[in-house]
């Protein structure tokens, strides 16, 4: 779904990228108040973590591969302003560092894949998880659909917005039908990876999980030989596990398992092209087209320059990039973080106080 430049004009480029600032700019607000001692020391990694997984390219049809989004994973783990933050950053560093989606079209592909999915994804998880039975099972169920929904959406948008401003004169229709198809098998593999990922952290710290919070699983009383569920105890705060007292062990496995991922086994990922490439080759819309800005970067197409092995100039660039995102994501959440702590100050301070 990353976007070149030249695909969509530059007068609706500016524009998208106006919206996606702003939407950026409201997510940095809005981070604040879910950047917790819980969500804070996580949200770095999480961006790191899609990075990793957008790197391992399925097969999803003849000739046809996919990739993770991870606009449902980041919303449902670390809350929808946190979750626009961290594929906004994961985005900035593929294009700046790897000329993987146009500079010009950042603001497009910041759109599509970081705010539509995000939005999409939390919206239909918080109405699903609303009507379902608060278990731990549910909340995996309900990541599994948003997902599963979030990727067509955000072919969609791309529709609508290469309608407005798309460089070639091509058949609309021909391109929705072609875009929201592969996409929805795209969607199936990105809801199965958001399930995995979402029910592991669930089944062992549901604390750690932002959409989950408030899940406690109900008490059983046996009575008269049957069981029942014991009624709730009023105002009971919610229990948090010991283990929360210390984010270092889950933080130390899901930049290890990024690290993995990102630099061996995507080595094994398809080299086929993705849903967009493919589309954009079968329906002419590649014909405007135009390089990259930094395609002779040292790291471009995920490889490092001067490296003549395939597997380790790929292993090295995968894992440069993990590094570099947990950096740059972890700098930004904490710099949030710190913003709400100064604005709670300034709330509580006498000179702070409203009336």
């Not at 480029?13 to 020391?41: I, K, N, Q, Y």
């Not at 995920?302 to 995102?325: F, H, K, N, P, Q």
Request: hydrophobic share 50%; aromatic share 6%; charged share 15%.
């Amino acid at each position: 779904m990353h976007a070149p430049d030249g695909f969509i004009d530059a007068p609706v480029s500016a524009a998208v990228g106006l919206v996606a600032a702003g939407a950026v700019a409201v997510s940095l607000r809005g981070a604040r108040r879910e950047l917790d001692e819980r969500t804070a020391p996580l949200a770095g990694l999480v961006a790191a973590f899609i990075f990793a997984v957008q790197m391992l390219n399925f097969p999803v049809a003849a000739g046809t591969s996919g990739h993770l989004l991870g606009g449902a994973l980041a919303a449902i783990l670390v809350g929808p302003y946190t979750g626009v933050l961290c594929v906004s950053v994961v985005l900035l560093m593929q294009a700046v560092l790897f000329a993987d989606g146009g500079l010009t079209a950042l603001g497009v592909n910041i759109t599509d894949m970081a705010i539509v999915t995000t939005v999409v994804a939390y919206a239909l998880f918080r109405g699903l998880v609303k009507v379902l039975p608060r278990t731990r099972r549910s909340v995996t169920a309900a990541s599994f659909v948003a997902a599963l929904v979030s990727v067509p959406a955000s072919a969609v948008v791309f529709t609508l917005l290469y309608a407005i401003g798309g460089t070639t004169d091509v058949s609309i229709g021909k391109v929705a039908t072609a875009m929201v198809g592969v996409h929805v098998l795209i969607g199936t593999g990105e809801a199965v990876i958001t399930a995995l990922t979402v029910g592991a952290v669930v089944a062992v710290r549901p604390d750690l999980v932002y959409g989950a919070r408030g899940l406690r699983q109900k008490l059983r009383l046996r009575v008269n030989g049957e069981l029942v569920d014991a009624p709730d105890a009023p105002d009971a705060p919610e229990p948090v596990p010991a283990a929360a007292r210390s984010h270092r062990t889950v933080w130390i496995t899901g930049l290890v398992a990024s690290l993995v991922l990102a630099g061996f086994v995507s080595f094994y990922a398809s080299a086929d092209p993705d849903g967009l490439e493919k589309v954009a080759t079968d329906q002419g819309m590649d014909e405007k087209a135009e390089e990259h800005a930094i395609s002779d970067s040292p790291l471009a197409d995920y490889g490092v320059e001067d490296v003549d092995d395939a597997r380790l100039s790929g292993g090295l660039a995968g894992v440069i990039g993990v590094g570099v995102t947990v950096v740059a994501g972890t700098g930004v959440f904490w710099a949030v973080r710190r913003r709400r702590g100064e604005d709670t100050d300034d709330a509580t301070s006498p000179s702070g106080t409203s009336v």
